[in-house]
């Protein structure tokens, strides 16, 4: 069975410095992973994704996430966090070989930025 | 023009009652899903349709009733409402040819019962 596990429920960081949240997954084939955003009361966006290829992925709003295989992780970085940037963060996992395309989300990680 | 629209945004409601919300996608997608974020934030699949066929089928009471009526739409009615049915509702969709795995969802259905 896939899973996803986000290890920081919440994280503080002042506003112009770097971040990074982290992603564990457990799947059987080659995953398809993705980082979600969600901004207070709105639907879930997504920053960036990784299916294959380059291990280091860009996404909008600054954010990069690199995939290690052998740590089964995706996390997430950011060099320097706008206070914008405060919102909740779901990293998941899928694959092509999932009943049909089903996603399995981490429990999310909230992110605090101090002026 | 948003791509993934539900309404309503907010239902309040006594336990026992029954609703229904109602999600539209623009994006010319052919598979739809609805989610459930509990008060902690976790986000879990309920169902899925692709092309007005149910794919997923979560552990979900069956006082909750998907229905596609066209691949642009997906509606949940929840029947007998329970209080800890309160909760927020996503919509979303997604390719299914060539699955990429990205999902656009609404803004969410906010559900409370009383």
């Known amino acids: 069975a896939q899973s996803v596990t986000q290890p920081d429920i919440h994280i503080t960081v002042s506003e112009g410095a770097s971040l990074e949240l982290r992603c564990n997954y457990s799947y059987g084939a080659t995953p398809y992973l993705f980082w979600y955003v969600q901004s207070p009361g709105q639907g879930l966006q997504l920053l960036l994704k990784y299916f294959s290829g380059d291990t280091l992925v860009q996404g909008i709003k600054g954010f990069e996430a690199e995939f290690k295989r052998s740590q089964s992780s995706f996390n997430l970085r950011k060099p320097s966090v706008h206070w914008s940037d405060a919102a909740e963060y779901f990293c998941a996992v899928g694959g092509k070989d999932t009943n049909a395309g089903k996603s399995t989300f981490g429990d999310g990680t909230t992110l605090t930025v101090k002026p | 023009d948003t791509a993934v629209s539900q309404t309503p945004k907010y239902l309040v409601t006594q336990m026992g009652n029954d609703k229904s919300i109602k999600c539209e996608q623009n994006?010319?997608?052919?598979?739809m899903y609805w989610y459930k974020q509990d008060s902690k934030k976790f986000l879990k699949i309920m169902f899925s349709y692709n092309n007005k066929e149910l794919i997923i089928n979560e552990t979900v009471p069956n006082r909750f009733s998907p229905k596609s009526p066209d691949k642009a739409h997906l509606n949940l009615h929840i029947n007998s409402l329970e209080l800890g049915d309160s909760a927020v509702y996503f919509c979303?969709?997604?390719?299914?040819?060539?699955?990429?795995?990205?999902?656009?969802f609404g803004e969410g259905s906010r559900l409370t019962v009383l």
């Open positions: 979303a969709s997604s390719r299914s040819g060539g699955w990429t795995g990205e999902l656009f």
């Open positions: 994006l010319g997608h052919d598979t």
